[in-house]
């Protein structure tokens, strides 16, 4: 692939990106996605992304790197596949990730379709992973980088093999630092710009708030239950609680108590006991297999059931149905339904799924 076009969401990683394409030799361009309406621009003490500054920064770096800019409008899109699941995901008692849907339908389908279309050979974005091509298997890898405290595989499971093909991760090999010092050196507007901590479309982490406005729906306070389903309390509503939540629950019991379990049909929260949260066998389904073309038999491997945190071994099965089951060799704290069950084989990733 010569003829890329770098999906730039205005800070420093993805300018970098460009920047290390363009310096090997690349012919590059940039593209930055218009997602949502967003009306934080002005608050400079939340980070998030796709706000009007950060698509003016994307400009500014393609200015000052002499490469093309444009803006896709995908709000539509992004609506449906991510906002609306996200809400519908909280709704149904579960804990999404909105960003593994947002590289699946987004960045890594739409974005590359239009980038094929405009006659581009591939997309590159400032990811921290890494892809290579598996002779042996003749398949294409998706790899941990170089820098592992910025790992990002674990978004990034839903790849396909084309997808794959046509993308690169310049940044598989570098680290952050060297990263800001790359785009100091060549004097990229946002060299020194905080990393997005929040979710774009949910600044400042408020979940609930956003649901209740984004779909209209109320969600009443209902009750609090142990684990045998005795009435211990009251909540102000499921949707505001996640699994392994301990703080916030405005109840006291003389020893720590945590979020085991929300039921939206009956409207309750199941409060529990941090053994409680344990699990050694965690089901997903969606599976989408990537250093493999299927499962056969058993096969030990590592495992994450969430971004922020190491994989741990395990003994990985398919059990149809496109599903998969991992039983740990430990059991793993707060497993929760929505989040992504991803399966390493050393640095590669095996495969991944929602969890259920």
Known sequence: MKKILVGMSGGVDSSAAALLLKQQGYEVDGCTLKLFDGEIEEDRDVRTCCSLSDVMDAKAVCRKLGIEHFVFNLKDLFREKVMDAFADSYIGGETPNPCI???????????????????????????????????????????????????????????????????????????????????????????????????????????AAFITEHTGKDFPCG?????????????????????????????????????????????????????????????????????????????????????NMPAVPGTLTACGDSRIQLRFDEPVRAAAKGQALVVYDGDAVVCGGKIV
């Open 223 to 307: 009750s609090y239950i142990d684990t045998k389903g005795n009435v211990i309390g009251t909540h102000e509503g499921y949707i505001r609680y996640t699994i392994g939540q301990r703080k916030g629950l405005g109840v006291a019991f003389g020893e720590p108590v945590f979020v085991c379990g929300k039921d939206p049909v009956n409207n309750t929260v199941t409060l529990g006991k941090s053994e409680d949260l344990m699990s050694e066998i965690v089901t997903a389904e969606d599976v989408n297999l990537i250093s493999l073309p299927e499962i056969k038999g058993e096969m030990r491997v590592t495992a994450k059931i969430r971004y």
């Open 101 to 207: 849907n947002c590289n699946r339908y987004i960045k890594f389908d739409k974005m590359l379709n239009r980038a094929r279309e405009l006659g581009y050979d591939g997309i590159a974005t400032g990811h921290y992973a890494d892809i290579k091509y598996d002779e042996a298997s003749g398949r294409w890898l998706l790899i941990r980088p170089a820098d592992r405290r910025k790992d990002q595989t674990y978004v990034l499971y839903n790849m396909t093999q084309f997808q794959l093909a046509h993308t690169l991760f310049p940044l598989c090999n570098i680290d952050k630092p060297r990263i800001r010092q790359l785009a100091e050196e060549n004097g990229l507007v946002n060299a020194r710009k905080p990393d997005s901590q929040d979710i774009c479309f949910v600044p400042g982490g408020d979940y």
